[in-house]
């Protein structure tokens, strides 16, 4: 490596330290502004994005496009606050920002790709990679002459000056490593201080620290410009680096070709390779090629000192969500453009279900979920409701005007459906199969391939989860859907339903799935189903002595026990005076009843009775119906009282005699056995619905 010049060093270094200095002490957080690149590919290819850093976080904004041009490399600004861009050929422009007017004028047969301004502002430099080197003039600006270099280097990519006469230089192809060495611009020779640097391609002069930082390939290298040494390098894998930039206060960005600008802090550590420093590399644009200096010569004259309106974040997409899964919502999902340093610290939201209601989220409740997206929730005010809404403009930040949008931001439906209501359908007919009728909180597609989409709790009895077949989902109009299944375990009242959460295939028109965390119960009727009822025992019934048996078709009268005088549903007028006495049941340890019942449906009976020989006595087949119940009075739980008083007399018209005998038969219903009281008097509580009726009874005739 060769060394520097004496010379070179003392004329820079007084002024470098004087300069960093006190930008490190006015300026220790943050840097915000627009950095204006290229892209290598034509078209739309020079813009600008904002930036913003607060000290912890590098924000940017959306790109903005600057102007279009026929090719476009490095890029500085002229005095007049216009941009100069290397035309990548024989060709330079200068681009009006406010008219996006752009003006050519050749390079004096040099290929112009970096542009640096010359200290006395009246020419630019165009220089290629590497390549001849021409001077533009700008008083007026017009067509480039080439000016030929000896020495080391007689190629150059980058110049960074010292002074008038005096500047640094790269000499590097597009794989970004290079020369680096200083260039009289009086005699036009160059003299080589580094052979063949990795990174040494773009350059930049820092006031900040004094040092020069250069770029390239995947490098950045910070070298004190005095005595012409690396202070510090940092690699950055994968990166394709070309120009970069300084803000002179501690803050660096450079152009990657992968897409990327590559952002760093080095304020506290004042070396650009220390791993202390803060990073950040995001995506800007495709075909990055070079940024426009923010700093020194060939900065903008003229930066726009503070933020125009348009660059206050607006929201571009927000959803109400219910997290906890209870139909209601209780936050809000919140999308902006860019990345965001700070959080709203207030968030307005209206219920669209109440629009009198609203809600104030305070800063405790809105959280980060990733850089471009928070929550604000509000558990302990969740709305009553929401499932399927409109989308309309519901949200509004409150605080943060400085930074975001205050304007209305339109909510949209981010909850899943739920399910309203689930009524079950026994078959009517053998023939028939089960159905369950599913109206749904919201529009929404059931997909029949997914066959049953819900999770369902049956208490007291086995899980049939697995166990239902469906067989074919059909809408029934409106949100609802109507299972049909195969086999007998199907949805009964009493069990409960949810959605699955998340199945697929059952997602609302905005294609939220279900995230529904409560049952709903299932209602309608159940399917006759017989069950075992008591077979042993011998309870003793006593009905008075009947003046004038007479054989009835029916031998079971069922009678009302809620009515004191015993009210008889299916009494022939004859019997009437018997059961208002067998009702108030004056003989000790006897009962007036056979069974007593307590029902909340309709239920059919069919039972034949015997004696202890087994000789046929009657029977009793009927059904009582669901207006026959209506005719009774009903408990507060919705239940019926009903007391099934045997009739002792034969199918030959005797009544007959003291002694035992046998019941045999079944007791069906639609609705639910609530509690059955033998002849032996226990009471059973009954999950189930039917009953299987087989005992013997001691008959008393008095
Ligand atoms: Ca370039
Ligand atoms: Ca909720
Ligand atoms: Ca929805």
Wanted: proline fraction near 7%; glycine fraction near 12%; charge should be negative.
């Amino acid at each position: 490596m060769s060394q520097p010049t004496a010379r070179n060093l003392k004329r820079l270094l007084p002024l470098v330290l004087a300069v960093s200095s006190m930008w490190a002490a006015v300026w220790a957080a943050g840097t915000s502004g627009d950095l204006y690149f290229t892209t290598y590919k034509g078209g739309a290819d020079v813009n600008k994005i904002s930036f913003n850093y607060d000290g912890t976080k590098l924000v940017i904004g959306p790109v903005v496009n600057v102007a279009k041009t026929d090719g476009s490399d490095g890029l500085i600004f002229a005095p007049d606050s216009e941009l100069l861009v290397g035309g990548q050929g024989n060709k330079v422009h200068k681009i009006n920002i406010a008219t996006q007017a752009v003006v050519t004028h050749t390079a004096g047969g040099v290929d112009a790709y970096h542009m640096a301004l010359d200290p006395g502002q009246q020419y630019a430099w165009a220089s290629g990679i590497p390549g001849g080197l021409a001077k533009i003039p700008l008083t007026p600006f017009a067509d480039g002459t080439a000016i030929p270099l000896s020495g080391d280097d007689v190629k150059v990519t980058s110049l960074a000056f010292q002074d008038a006469d005096h500047a640094f230089y790269t000499s590097s192809g597009t794989d970004g490593s290079g020369n680096f060495g200083t260039l009289d611009l009086k005699a036009f020779t160059t003299h080589r201080l580094i052979k063949n640097l990795q990174g040494g391609h773009g350059m930049a002069f820092d006031t900040f620290t004094g040092h020069l930082m250069l770029f390239g390939g995947e490098n950045i290298v910070q070298i004190n410009p005095a005595n012409a040494q690396i202070v510090s390098t940092r690699a950055f894998p994968g990166s394709k680096f070309d120009q970069g930039t300084v803000d002179g206060k501690g803050h660096l960005f450079v152009a990657d070709g992968n897409g990327t600008v590559l952002f760093v802090d080095y304020v506290a550590t004042k070396k650009i390779g220390d791993s202390a420093n803060y990073s950040a590399q995001p995506y800007v644009a495709d075909n990055m090629d070079d940024v426009a200096p923010l700093s020194g010569l060939g900065s903008n004259p003229n930066p726009n000192p503070n933020p125009q309106p348009d660059s206050l974040i607006a929201v571009v997409k927000a959803l109400y969500q219910d997290a906890d899964g209870d139909g209601r919502i209780d936050q809000a999902w919140v999308e902006f453009p860019k990345a965001i340093a700070a959080l709203p610290t207030q968030i307005q939201l209206q219920d669209p279900f109440n629009p009198s209601t609203t809600v104030t989220v305070p800063a405790a409740g809105i959280v980060r979920i990733d850089e471009t997206h928070i929550l604000a929730t509000f558990k302990d005010k969740e709305f009553t409701a929401g499932t399927g809404f409109d989308p309309k403009p519901y949200g509004k930040i409150l605080a943060d005007a400085k930074v975001f949008d205050g304007a209305s931001f339109v909510i949209g439906d981010g909850v899943g459906p739920r399910i309203a209501s689930a009524v079950s359908n026994p078959p009517a007919n053998a023939n028939d199969k089960p159905t369950l009728t599913v109206t749904f909180s919201e529009a929404m597609k059931a997909d029949p391939a997914v066959g049953f989409p819900f999770d369902i709790k049956r208490p007291g009895a086995s899980d049939p989860s697995g166990k239902i077949k469906v067989v074919s989902v059909q809408p029934a109009g409106g949100n609802a859907y109507v299972y049909t299944f195969e086999g007998s375990v199907f949805p009964l009242p009493g069990d409960s339903l949810r959605l699955k959460s998340g199945a697929t295939g059952l997602a609302d028109a905005q294609g939220n799935p279900s995230n529904m965390k409560d049952y709903v119960p299932v209602g309608g009727v159940l399917p006759k189903v017989v069950y075992q009822l008591e077979s042993k025992g011998t309870g003793l019934v006593t009905v008075p002595k009947l003046d004038g048996p007479i054989p009835l078709p029916n031998s079971i009268l069922v009678v009302d026990q809620s009515v004191s005088e015993g009210g008889c549903l299916n009494c022939p007028p004859s019997v009437n005076v018997v059961i208002s006495d067998a009702v108030k049941a004056n003989y000790s340890d006897t009962k007036p009843f056979l069974i007593t019942l307590k029902v909340n449906a309709p239920f059919h009976y069919d039972l034949s009775f015997f004696d202890n020989l087994g000789v046929y006595i009657n029977k009793a087949v009927g059904d009582v119906s669901a207006a026959d119940l209506a005719r009774l009075r009903k408990d507060k739980d919705g239940n019926y009282l009903l007391g099934l008083a045997w009739w002792p007399v034969s199918s030959r018209g005797g009544q007959v005699g003291n002694g035992a005998y046998i019941a045999h038969g079944t007791l069906t219903t639609t609705g639910d056995l609530k509690t059955i009281q033998g002849s032996q008097g226990e009471f059973r509580a009954l999950a189930n619905k039917s009953e299987n009726v087989f005992f013997t009874f001691g008959y008393l005739r008095r």
